[in-house]
């Protein structure tokens, strides 16, 4: 079987080694929320059946502190990296079993990785060749396993939301509620199970599918009303671009002002005296709160669905149980000044944001010695964050297992973009629910957390 330089790279290498750099996943490419091919309605691969070790969590921050707490911190080290789907031709090669394949690969390799490290170390006694098995075993350990690398649950989310036309997400008795938006069948499956051992967007009781459903429906059909709004921000910016230059050409055009008396004898101080007036005019003072407004509405349409999604996963999946025991592993920021992720205070704000509930998930880690014999250590589950920029909605992931683990901006999807409301929402939507999946996973294995039993009183009005 061909080898490859990481999980996102379909290219042959003779030499994993030569292609260490790609492991770091430092590229500045992402996945954008475009989807144009059509679910195929071929039967699709069995899903993988593996139990994943590290999980997710679903919990948002006070409204208020999210507005407020926004500041200037160091950058700290970001890594922004996927891959956009490749060309029609290219695409059409990597089908639903392709990925699966290739999801299974890198779990195989990393079932092997497992094995080894419970086996004793014993010196060799004998000088010979490693086997093909071993030999790419150790690479891939080397290179995917790094402070860099993906966690299994991050490439899990990225390789179905990357290609979520090509895989069944929903159940069938989902099909019903949307009537109306142009779901492909492919996209639906028939659940025979109460849990999905892959990213998919479903129900674990089933007294929460139509509030499920509806808010799955809820991010399909806000995002029209976003889309009107940044038409009118982009006309207002538009507007005010437009005044400043006629302004900019007026100035041009007349006699500078003679400088003050005072004012030092300089050429350029006198070529650029009265310019900023020139740009800047009392004028805009209404344009410019209007702009204000459109983002702010943007902002309050796009964060209220957000934050309802994931009340629906954590009363679904039981999470509410645990009360607040349970540090957040979904975090949803705003940044209302910033346009897009590739500006550096941006970085680093996502960086400071995600690095803090990482720690937080550090601190329920118990030391080796107050593992009981024969145990696994705890091991914290992947977090995830949503940055809303505008119309702009960014997904981010960080492994609180590696101290040393950067934030992996893997997904960007534009809100306001015509006929992608659709796989904008079920990308959010697998998010979520992957973070449900994974949690309720992960907490049998830290001892702490336990279900906080409500208090019966004879008192109903108690």
């Given at each position: 079987m061909p080898s490859y330089s990481s999980w996102f790279s379909r290219r042959e290498v003779a030499d994993p080694v030569a292609d260490a750099a790609l492991s770091t996943l430092t590229n500045k490419r992402i996945i954008h929320g475009r989807v144009t091919k059509n679910v195929s309605a071929a039967t699709a691969a069995s899903p993988v059946e593996v139990t994943f070790q590290e999980f997710l969590h679903a919990e948002g921050e006070d409204e208020d502190a999210m507005e407020e707490d926004e500041s200037?911190?160091?950058?700290?080290?970001?890594?922004?990296?996927?891959?956009?789907?490749?060309?029609?031709?290219?695409?059409?090669?990597?089908?639903?079993?392709?990925?699966?394949?290739?999801?299974d690969e890198v779990i195989r390799r990393e079932e092997i990785r497992k094995l080894q490290n419970k086996l004793p170390s014993t010196p060799s006694t004998t000088s010979r060749s490693p086997t093909p098995t071993e030999s790419v075993s150790s690479v891939e350990t080397?290179?995917?396993?790094?402070?860099?690398?993906?966690?299994?649950?991050?490439?899990?989310?990225?390789?179905?939301?990357?290609?979520?036309?090509?895989?069944?997400?929903?159940?069938?008795?989902?099909?019903?509620?949307?009537r109306g938006i142009p779901f492909p069948e492919g996209l639906f499956y028939v659940k025979k199970k109460?849990?999905?051992?892959?990213?998919?967007?479903?129900?674990?009781?089933?007294?929460?599918?139509?509030?499920?459903?509806?808010?799955?429906?809820?991010?399909?059909?806000?995002?029209?009303?976003?889309?009107?709004?940044?038409?009118?921000?982009?006309?207002?910016?538009?507007?005010?671009?437009?005044?400043?230059?006629?302004?900019?050409?007026?100035?041009?055009?007349?006699?500078?002002?003679?400088?003050?008396?005072d004012h030092e004898d300089d050429d350029d101080d006198k070529d650029g005296y009265g310019a900023e007036s020139a740009q800047e005019s009392?004028?805009?003072?209404?344009?410019?709160?209007?702009?204000?407004?459109?983002?702010?509405?943007?902002?309050?349409?796009?964060?209220?669905?957000?934050?309802?999604?994931?009340?629906?996963?954590?009363?679904?999946?039981?999470?509410v149980k645990y009360g607040k025991q349970l540090p957040p592993n979904i975090g949803v920021w705003v940044y209302k000044d910033i346009d897009t992720s590739t500006d550096p205070?941006?970085?680093?704000?996502?960086?400071?944001?995600?690095?803090?509930?990482?720690?937080?998930?550090?601190?329920?880690?118990?030391?080796?010695?107050?593992?009981?014999?024969?145990?696994?250590?705890?091991?914290?589950?992947?977090?995830?964050?949503?940055?809303?920029?505008?119309?702009?909605?960014?997904i981010v992931t960080i492994d609180p297992s590696k101290d040393d683990a950067p934030a992996h901006i893997f997904c960007q999807l534009n809100m306001a973009e015509y006929n992608q409301q659709q796989w904008n929402a079920l990308a959010i939507m697998l998010t979520i629910c992957w973070a449900r999946d994974c949690l309720l996973a992960a907490i049998p294995t830290f001892p702490q957390f336990h279900v906080i039993e409500k208090s019966d009183s004879s008192d109903p009005d108690a």
């Open positions: 200037d911190d160091e950058a700290l080290p970001l890594a922004m990296a996927a891959q956009a789907v490749r060309p029609s031709v290219e695409h059409n090669q990597f089908t639903h079993a392709h990925l699966l394949g290739q999801l080397d290179l995917e396993f790094d402070g860099n690398a993906w966690h299994l649950d991050q490439i899990a989310l990225n390789e179905t939301v990357k290609a979520r036309n090509e895989f069944s997400l929903m159940p069938t008795s989902w099909q019903m509620h949307f109460e849990t999905s051992a892959r990213p998919r967007i479903y129900q674990r009781n089933d007294k929460y599918e139509l509030q499920g459903a509806m808010t799955l429906r809820n991010l399909i059909s806000i995002q029209a009303r976003i889309r009107d709004i940044t038409t009118e921000l982009r006309r207002d910016r538009r507007l005010i671009k437009s005044r400043k230059l006629q302004r900019w050409e007026q100035y041009e055009s007349e006699p500078k002002p003679e400088p003050p008396s009392d004028e805009d003072e209404p344009l410019k709160e209007q702009v204000r407004n459109h983002i702010k509405e943007i902002v309050h349409h796009l964060r209220r669905p957000l934050k309802k999604a994931i009340e629906w996963a954590k009363e679904d999946g039981g999470i205070h941006n970085e680093g704000e996502i960086s400071r944001r995600m690095c803090q509930l990482s720690a937080e998930w550090q601190k329920q880690v118990p030391n080796d010695e107050d593992v009981p014999e024969g145990k696994e250590m705890p091991t914290p589950p992947v977090i995830f964050g949503f940055f809303i920029m505008q119309n702009i909605l960014s």
